[in-house]
């Protein structure tokens, strides 16, 4: 009975050890981190957790442990110039879900922090997942309310994001042409730029799929950088495929802190 007892707490142990990978070291505090998130909103009753929908309140949870614990938050078009910083954070949000605006946009006004928006054109009604995978047909994306032009204006206006990138219909990159996938890239930043009046440094591959071509194509086009949705520390001398560490709905706040200091969570 004892050793049936001894074997499970084992068990028990070597999960917790992989799914959290706790003696993984920390990375270097001067390596910037950059966090992803998609949605900043409770979980659909209908559908199973998702990762890419991160409570209000775990926000702030992070919003807080950044500030309380002396972190600089930056906008991606900063990255050099806090490059060698401690303790430097970017948050980052792909899509451009209305939640950004309702959930994200006053939380982040009241830590004092910024963020960079990677902003899909077309992005109402648009489901793009079914571009990925077929199956992914459940219309849930498609219905889930997207940024208007003037919320965007007005976060823009108050100095607290900045837009990046992230193409005009969020194509799947493998699946679309060179040409296709040059105007994709390069014309989203020009008309980014002429609707809001503002610079576009960086962009975000969709679905953080991407190549040796995708990586020449946003060299060429005057962005200063690019990330990617690989988990992980950035590493500034790579601008063009920068990892990020990814914030997931489906996190504790333990979980959370770890992939600050990591890069990632664990391996299961
Ligand atoms: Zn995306």
Not at 146 to 152: A, C, F, G, M, V
Not at 191 to 205: G, M, W
Request: with cysteine; hydrophobic share 35%.
């Amino acid at each position: 009975m004892t050793i049936t007892i001894a074997i499970l707490i084992d068990l028990l142990l070597i999960l917790f050890s992989l799914k959290y990978a706790w003696w993984y070291p920390r990375k270097d505090m001067k390596k910037t981190r950059i966090m992803m998130y998609h949605m900043i909103s409770g979980q659909l009753e209908s559908t199973k957790k998702s990762g890419l929908r991160v409570s209000p309140d775990m926000f702030e949870r992070h919003l807080k442990y950044f500030k309380n614990n002396g972190w600089k938050f930056i906008k991606m078009s900063e990255l050099q110039l806090y490059e060698n910083d401690n303790k430097v954070v970017a948050i980052t949000f792909d899509d451009g879900y209305l939640d950004n605006y309702t959930n994200a946009f006053p939380l982040l006004k009241k830590y004092n922090a910024c963020a960079t928006l990677y902003l899909v054109i077309d992005r109402h009604k648009n489901d793009w997942s079914v571009k990925k995978n077929p199956k992914h047909n459940t219309g849930v994306l498609a219905n889930e309310e997207k940024l208007s032009d003037d919320h965007i204006k007005e976060m823009l206006d108050s100095g607290v994001f900045e837009l990046g990138g992230h193409t005009i219909t969020h194509p799947f990159l493998p699946n679309t042409s060179t040409d296709d996938k040059q105007y994709e890239m390069i014309e989203c930043k020009n008309i980014l730029e002429t609707t809001f009046n503002s610079k576009v440094s960086s962009f975000a591959y969709p679905f953080g799929i991407y190549n040796d071509d995708d990586v020449e194509i946003v060299k060429n086009s005057s962005y200063e950088s690019a990330v990617t949705t690989d988990e992980g520390v950035a590493d500034l001398d790579l601008p063009f495929e920068l990892k990020r560490i990814k914030a997931s709905g489906k996190d504790n706040f333990f979980a959370f802190k770890l992939r600050v200091q990591k890069g990632f969570r664990g391996f299961i």
